[in-house]
């Protein structure tokens, strides 16, 4: 059986889809660079969404991409409104999502404790008097 989705996950999976292509069509900023729409949170009455977005480029400056794209919030909502038809659409607050940046982390984390483990094993081996 299907599991069930609430409103306002099928709401912010559309939205996503949508400032996805609208970010990567209409925005000519400069400051924006490459950057990917990774979620989409909204509040039960659909008044506020908060937007994650990813950097893709390690050499961006998130802030100011953030600080771009919130002063933008109204510009996106305005285009946002002629591709949905909802009754309302919500107010835009975007925000670095770190998920990739943690996940990278922990990946680089558990890379080092296996070489490590490597290694002691190696030293372990080498070690032993063969009988």
Do not use: C
């Amino acid at each position: 059986m299907a599991k069930e989705f609430s409103r306002t996950q099928r709401m912010g999976g559309q939205i996503q889809r949508e400032l996805a292509l609208i970010v990567q069509q209409e925005i000519r900023d400069p400051r924006v660079g490459f950057v990917t729409i990774s979620a989409v949170e909204l509040s039960r009455d659909l008044s506020h969404a908060k937007v994650f977005i990813t950097v893709m480029d390690p050499a961006q400056d998130v802030v100011e991409t953030l600080k771009v794209l919130n002063k933008a919030s109204g510009f996106l909502r305005k285009l946002l409104g002629q591709r949905m038809v909802m009754r309302s659409l919500p107010e835009l607050r975007f925000s670095h999502d770190k998920s990739l940046d943690e996940g990278s982390r922990i990946d680089a984390l558990l890379h080092r404790v296996a070489a490590e483990q490597k290694a002691e094993q190696k030293k372990n081996d080498d070690g032993e008097e063969p009988t």
